[in-house]
């Protein structure tokens, strides 16, 4: 009994969409029919879609965390050229230079040689101690944290002994070891900060960005 030919290589095809508009509208599509955008407010509802669209995970809208005036506040913060302070450069990179509104200043101390020591001082990770350099700039600023907990537990200390209040805070932090109780923390503070957060374990670099490329600028 003779066997079917295996197929060479060459007979291998695919069927897949090459049209990118088509893509983007197809994936626009498929986030409004599937999240449950109807829970939030209009200006938040553009900026989780865009979040979807990062993750592909259409159940972010019941898991967010905002204060009612985050988006304005971040956005008119922008547009008055305030700088973008980031815990990772992961989170720098991904800010869409061309959405900004004022040219802002993007800013993540993660490379600068004193860190390493500043981190030993304060008993910290790198990431946290990073934020005490954002303290000349921190006032009226829009802070973006995807990645370190420690980052988002400090800047709230550092809120809570200088008074120093940024414009709004993204915090969007990922991982199993203070990512969730950190964003709960930014939500329930009591210092009045703007914020932003997806409760949970969830986050990370492409979320957070996600989140502030919408921000910066409605087009879609």
């Given at each position: 009994?003779?066997?079917p030919?295996?197929?060479?290589?060459?007979?291998?095809?695919?069927?897949?969409?090459?049209?990118?508009?088509?893509?983007?509208?197809?994936?626009?599509?498929t986030?409004?029919?599937e999240?449950?955008?109807?829970?939030?407010?209009?200006?938040?509802?553009?900026?989780?879609?865009?979040?979807?669209?990062?993750?592909?995970?259409?159940?972010?809208p019941?898991?967010?965390?905002?204060?009612?005036?985050?988006?304005?506040?971040c956005?008119t913060?922008?547009?008055?050229?305030?700088?973008?302070?980031?815990?990772?450069?992961?989170?720098?990179?991904?800010?869409?230079?061309?959405?900004?509104?004022?040219d802002n200043?993007?800013?993540c101390?993660?490379?600068?040689?004193?860190?390493?020591?500043?981190?030993?001082?304060?008993g910290?990770?790198?990431?946290?101690?990073?934020?005490?350099?954002?303290?000349?700039?921190?006032?009226?600023?829009?802070?973006?944290?995807?990645?370190?907990?420690?980052?988002?537990?400090?800047?709230?200390e550092?809120?809570?002994?200088?008074?120093?209040?940024?414009?709004?805070?993204?915090?969007?932090?990922?991982?199993?070891?203070?990512?969730?109780?950190?964003?709960r923390?930014?939500?329930?503070?009591?210092?009045g900060?703007?914020?932003l957060?997806?409760h949970?374990?969830?986050?990370?670099?492409?979320?957070?960005?996600?989140?502030?490329?919408?921000?910066?600028s409605?087009?879609?």
């Amino acid at each position: 009994m003779s066997r079917p030919a295996t197929p060479g290589p060459a007979s291998v095809t695919y069927e897949y969409l090459t049209d990118g508009a088509e893509i983007y509208r197809h994936s626009f599509a498929t986030i409004r029919a599937e999240a449950n955008l109807s829970i939030l407010p209009p200006d938040l509802a553009h900026v989780a879609t865009r979040m979807i669209h990062a993750a592909a995970q259409t159940d972010l809208p019941e898991h967010l965390g905002y204060s009612a005036g985050v988006v304005t506040a971040c956005r008119t913060a922008l547009q008055a050229g305030a700088p973008i302070l980031c815990d990772a450069q992961m989170v720098a990179s991904g800010v869409i230079r061309s959405r900004l509104p004022a040219d802002n200043e993007i800013v993540c101390h993660l490379g600068e040689p004193r860190l390493a020591e500043l981190a030993r001082e304060l008993g910290t990770t790198k990431t946290a101690a990073a934020v005490e350099l954002w303290k000349p700039r921190l006032a009226g600023a829009v802070v973006a944290i995807g990645n370190a907990p420690t980052a988002l537990f400090h800047l709230l200390e550092v809120v809570r002994d200088t008074g120093l209040m940024p414009a709004g805070v993204i915090g969007i932090p990922v991982g199993f070891v203070g990512a969730a109780e950190s964003k709960r923390a930014l939500a329930d503070n009591p210092f009045g900060l703007e914020y932003l957060v997806l409760h949970g374990r969830r986050g990370g670099s492409a979320i957070t960005v996600a989140a502030l490329n919408a921000i910066a600028s409605e087009a879609e």
